[in-house]
């Protein structure tokens, strides 16, 4: 049964006290209200935090909300000094701090648009995409100023050292999710071309008329549209497979599906987009090799916020995005099993995807190169890159652990809302909650909280396979980053609260 109580949004009713709910009018109000003042004060902590530079560029934030950056080549990136965040005592999320700073204040001073430009900004969003440190900034600069040059394709010094940096993300990326060859590792320009590069050339090799490929029913539309279009045309059948009221994936129902021995492929999330529930990939694999099936992870939401181990996992492809773990758009990675890659037929055609051109035929070069015709999006790859630098000099460990106590805090102040209705509260949850309060149209509510500056996504997230599994219209979703604090927490429980009261609940 729906918690959500059907009427139209603000904007489709009449007018009340100017409720012209505008991106114009949002950031209007918000010059006349002035930042909002944090709630409470942090007191020192017991565990000692990491202590980083935000590097040298200079920003600033004039009455028109402009910022000005300025860069110095020779001295672009100081340097951090870095040391454990770890989590304070384990039976409260909020534990006292050092300073006054909690590990996401601290980091949030790596991030310029947040710490200078736009300050006085929650920003809730990183399910969607994540903002980008000094380092990545700085390192995209410096690309394109001192070492820009194309890749694979010339002998000059130039080129030769743009290859060099090339090929080393791709040994960062191999490393950080412990893939065992190199090759196994393809730039694509993000993760729903990633599942859509597996979805053309696995179905072309391994799909076959009555095959079944399983998906979920709370998957990421760029986890089940390309399903949906293979299928068609391949005349295979999309099995889908059922959650729980809590957003667990049912294992018995995947069992169920999987026996039928027509199973080729089980594509799903790490975690999901809209709960943020961690599925269990490792058995998921286990029951499917089993049967003979092959297993698609979706990691977008989970590269940034957990270790992958593609070995341990056992998964035979896993795709995630350069945006969301804090490097540039434009850039993806496609994991996929050696034996599986080389029995693939490439996706396009161009150059660099070949070994040898005849008038009437091709031979087509080994993998990786074999998925990555035509010129790559260089920059991006080596912002990649610097992303996967400044992530593994913090600790994911030490990332991860600090997004949990997160979670557990924002967790416990909205269900302290008896307007509130969490959606999904599985156990093993990433740093997502999506929630609905009982009355309201969650534009309504989202377009409230950025009048106080807080910045959320609400509707159905790219998933409205979820929204109809649980009989909603839409959601609000909070997701955090590295860079969120307690205080920001706050300040969302603030607006949030003025949001319930200006809509009478």
């Known amino acids: 049964m729906s918690l959500h109580t059907q009427y139209s949004p603000l904007h489709a009713r009449p007018l009340a006290w100017g409720q012209l709910w505008t991106p114009w009018i949002s950031w209007a ?214 959650v729980t009221d809590k957003g667990e994936l049912d294992l018995a129902h995947l069992q169920q599906l999987l026996s039928s021995g027509k199973v080729k492929l089980v594509a799903c999330a790490h975690m999901s987009n809209v709960l943020g529930t961690i599925h269990p990939i490792r058995k998921v694999v286990e029951m499917a090799h089993s049967m003979g099936a092959k297993v698609l992870v979706d990691g977008a939401q989970m590269a940034a916020h957990g270790n992958v181990d593609v070995q341990g996992l056992g998964a035979d492809f896993y795709a995630f995005s350069g945006h969301k773990l804090y490097g540039p758009t434009g850039v993806g990675v496609l994991f996929g099993r050696r034996q599986l890659l080389r029995a693939m037929p490439p996706w396009h055609g161009g150059g660099d995807m070949i070994s040898e051109v005849r008038l009437q035929s091709s031979d087509y070069a080994e993998p990786p190169l074999k998925f990555e015709a035509g010129t ?71 377009t409230l909280l950025d009048l106080k500056g807080v910045a959320v996504r609400t509707g159905h997230h790219c998933c409205q396979t979820a929204m109809q599994r649980f009989q909603l219209p839409g959601t609000v979703r909070i997701s955090f980053g590295l860079y969120n604090s307690f205080s920001d927490v706050d300040r969302f429980i603030d607006a949030l609260q003025a949001a319930l009261r200006d809509l009478g609940l």
């Open 29 to 242: 109000a918000r010059q006349m209200e002035g930042p909002a003042a944090p709630q409470g004060t942090v007191q020192p902590e017991n565990a000692p935090i990491a202590m980083h530079s935000n590097g040298t560029l200079e920003t600033s934030l004039d009455r028109s909300l402009k910022c000005t950056l300025k860069s110095s080549c020779a001295n672009a990136v100081k340097k951090s000094a870095k040391a454990d965040c770890k989590p304070g005592p384990p039976k409260s999320a909020r534990a006292p701090q050092v300073g006054g700073q909690t590990p996401g204040d601290v980091w949030k001073q790596d991030f310029e648009f947040l710490s200078r430009c736009h300050k006085d900004t929650v920003y809730l969003d990183s399910a969607a995409t994540t903002h980008k440190p000094t380092a990545v900034v700085n390192a995209l600069t410096r690309f394109y100023t001192q070492d820009y040059a194309t890749v694979h394709r010339a002998v000059y010094s130039l080129s030769l050292r743009a290859t060099d940096m090339h090929h080393a993300v791709r040994e960062k990326v191999r490393s950080y999710i412990n893939a065992a060859h190199n090759d196994e590792i393809i730039f694509t320009r993000g993760a729903t071309e990633s599942i859509n590069m597996v979805a053309s050339c696995f179905g072309r090799a391994f799909i076959h008329p009555e095959d079944e490929i399983v998906v979920t029913e709370i998957e990421h539309h760029s986890n089940l549209v390309p399903w949906q279009m293979l299928c068609k045309e391949r005349g295979a059948h999309l099995r889908i497979c059922r």
């Open 376 to 446: 790559p999006p260089i920059a991006e790859i080596i912002g990649l890159g610097a992303a996967l630098d400044y992530i593994v000099a913090q600790g994911l460990p030490n990332i991860q652990r600090w997004e949990q106590r997160l979670l557990q805090y924002a967790t416990e102040r909205l269900a302290s809302l008896p307007q509130v209705q969490i959606v999904g509260q599985a156990p093993e949850k990433g740093p997502i909650i999506s929630f609905v309060v009982k009355g309201a149209h969650h534009l309504d509510v989202g």
